[in-house]
C-alpha cells in the first residue's frame, strides 16, 4: 500500500510562472490536505478537499492559489504567477472517512521561485 | 484562540543521553493528540497519538504522556541515537475532525 505520493519533489519557477502540485492520497483515502512550510517555521493549513468538494480553505491566500482534488486523480495544487514569497515546501497530507482525524503525510514538493 | 506551544525550540544531546520534549496546548474541544518526527527535507511521520482518556503511549524508545486537565503533553526520548536527530512536532486536532493545530516543532539535534 503506497503512501501518499507528492510529485515532482523539487520544483523551480521563475516569477510569473506558474506551479503545479500533484499529491495522490493514500489508496482508500478520501480527504486531503494542503500544508506550506517555510524555511525553519511549522507546517500552516492551507486547505482541506473530499473528493470534488473544497470543504475548508482558510488557509488559503486568496488569490493567486487554488486546489482541487478531481473524482479522478490527484489532488494539484496551483499557484498562479508565483512570487519570491512562494518559495516553501508543501505537504500534502490523507485520511479516510471512519479515520479524519489521523493524517498521514508525503514527503512534500519544495518549490524555488527565482 | 487555539495554539500549539512547543519548548524548547532547539535542543542538543549527547548520543545515548535521555531527553523531554514539552508541548502545550489551548486547543478545544479537544480530539487528540499527536507527536510527528520530520527528518530534513522528509514529510512528518507519526510516532504517537493519545485521545482525551489516555495518560502515556510507548513507540519504541519513544514515550508521549498527556495531561488533559493542564492540556500538557511531552515526549521522552530514551537512549537518544544520531538517527533521532529532526523536528518533532505536536499535533492537536479538534473532535469536529478536520481541524488540526500544529506546534512549530523542537529541533533535535543528537551529537556523537
Known amino acids: 500500500n503506497a503512501g501518499v505520493m507528492q510529485n515532482p519533489r523539487h520544483l523551480v519557477r521563475r516569477r510569473g510562472q506558474e506551479a503545479r502540485l500533484r499529491c495522490s492520497p493514500m489508496?482508500?483515502?478520501?480527504?486531503v490536505y494542503w500544508y506550506r512550510q517555510l524555511p525553519e517555521e511549522g507546517l500552516k493549513f492551507m486547505v482541506y478537499?473530499?473528493?470534488?468538494?473544497?470543504?475548508?480553505e482558510s488557509g488559503m491566500p486568496k488569490e493567486r492559489f487554488s486546489a482541487e482534488f478531481p473524482k479522478e486523480g490527484p489532488s494539484i495544487l496551483r499557484i498562479q504567477q508565483v512570487v519570491r514569497g512562494d518559495s516553501a515546501a508543501y505537504f500534502c497530507?490523507?485520511?479516510?472517512?471512519?479515520?479524519?482525524?489521523?493524517?498521514?503525510f508525503g514527503a512534500g514538493t519544495r518549490l524555488s521561485v527565482l | 484562540k487555539n495554539q500549539v506551544e512547543q519548548s524548547p525550540q532547539s535542543l542538543i544531546i549527547l548520543e545515548g543521553k535521555n531527553c523531554t520534549l514539552q508541548c502545550n496546548y489551548t486547543v478545544s474541544p479537544f480530539s487528540n493528540l499527536r507527536w510527528y518526527k520530520q527528518d530534513t527535507g522528509r514529510g512528518p511521520v507519526s510516532l504517537t497519538i493519545m485521545t482525551f482518556s489516555e495518560n502515556t503511549k510507548s513507540n519504541g524508545r519513544y514515550t508521549a504522556t498527556l495531561d488533559a486537565d493542564t492540556k500538557q503533553s511531552s515526549l521522552h526520548i530514551t537512549a537518544s541515537q544520531l538517527s533521532d536527530s529532526a523536528s518533532y512536532i505536536c499535533v492537536v486536532s479538534l473532535n469536529t475532525g478536520n481541524q488540526f493545530y500544529f506546534g512549530t516543532g523542537t529541533s533535535l539535534t543528537v551529537i556523537p
Open positions: 489508496k482508500g483515502h478520501s480527504h
Open positions: 478537499l473530499q473528493k470534488e468538494n473544497i470543504i475548508d
Open positions: 497530507a490523507s485520511s479516510d472517512l471512519l479515520a479524519k482525524n489521523i493524517q498521514y
